[in-house]
């Protein structure tokens, strides 16, 4: 079963890296990634930027280039980034604008909805979130009005996952990655969230899973295959995502 990656990074230190509470990452480059994965079945995937990166965007495009067609990027950029320049970032495969609340490096919440809008409106790019769902509680007035959103790593907690759900009802999108980052039972969240809409969850590696408690197995992806049928399993880790990335 093949198999698109929504969540990924690669850090290629040729590229500037920010150091954000004490912490740099080991490297892991295009040809790391395409080692670790080789028996996986990846056909296609989606690059997130990492708070280690803020606004650099060459790392990415050099990435995408090398991973070649199928592969697109989720990038940070400040509020204050042209219209030509998204526009021309979306000719180089960037779909995505990543708000990091959780570890930082991207810019602020403040100008979430501000941004969000103007992106989507431009090129149709998502916002994507990175924050527990204890913390969305207060923000689902907000992120609920976003005209696209996907949230990492399942929400990480228990606490806020109601709203989570709440959520993926109005369309939100919510990542199937970073197993090994959350505070629950990953097989009962992820019926829960497909019961609430089949479109929703997006399979990710996560991979290198920097600064996570248990990185990615192979056995995550084991897990979704012992938990749904074989038809719910194409959705979560190839359809769901391809269509939410506008794969052609």
Not at 6 to 18: A, E, G, Q, R, Y
Not at 142 to 159: A, N, R, V
Request: hydrophobic share 40%.
């Amino acid at each position: 079963m093949k198999i698109f990656d929504s969540h990924f990074h690669i850090i290629d230190k040729n590229f500037p890296l920010i150091k954000l509470n004490n912490y740099l990452p080991p490297k892991f480059t295009v040809d790391n990634y395409i080692d670790r994965t080789r028996d996986l079945n990846i056909k296609a995937g989606a690059l997130v930027a990492g708070s280690f990166q803020g606004f650099e965007k060459d790392y990415m495009l050099s990435a995408l280039k090398q991973l070649g067609s199928g592969f697109v990027g989720t990038i940070q950029i400040p509020a204050t980034e042209p219209d030509e320049n998204i526009l021309e970032l979306d000719k180089e495969g960037i779909r995505g604008v990543r708000f990091n609340i959780n570890a930082g490096g991207s810019e602020k919440l403040d100008n979430i909805e501000k941004l969000a809008n103007r992106v989507y409106e431009l090129c149709g790019w998502h916002v994507e979130l990175h924050i527990n769902s204890s913390e969305i509680v207060n923000l689902y007035s907000l992120l609920s009005g976003l005209p696209s959103l996907s949230i990492d790593h399942l929400g990480y907690t228990k606490s806020g996952f109601d709203t989570l759900l709440k959520l993926v009802e109005k369309g939100v999108k919510v990542k199937a990655s970073g197993f090994g980052r959350v505070e629950f039972d990953v097989a009962a969240a992820l019926k829960e969230i497909y019961s609430v809409d089949k479109n929703a969850l997006m399979f990710g590696t996560d991979l290198p899973s920097t600064r996570a408690p248990r990185p990615f197995m192979d056995s995550d992806i084991d897990l979704i295959r012992e938990t749904f049928d074989d038809k719910n399993c194409n959705q979560i880790l190839y359809e769901n995502a391809a269509a939410f990335y506008k794969l052609k």
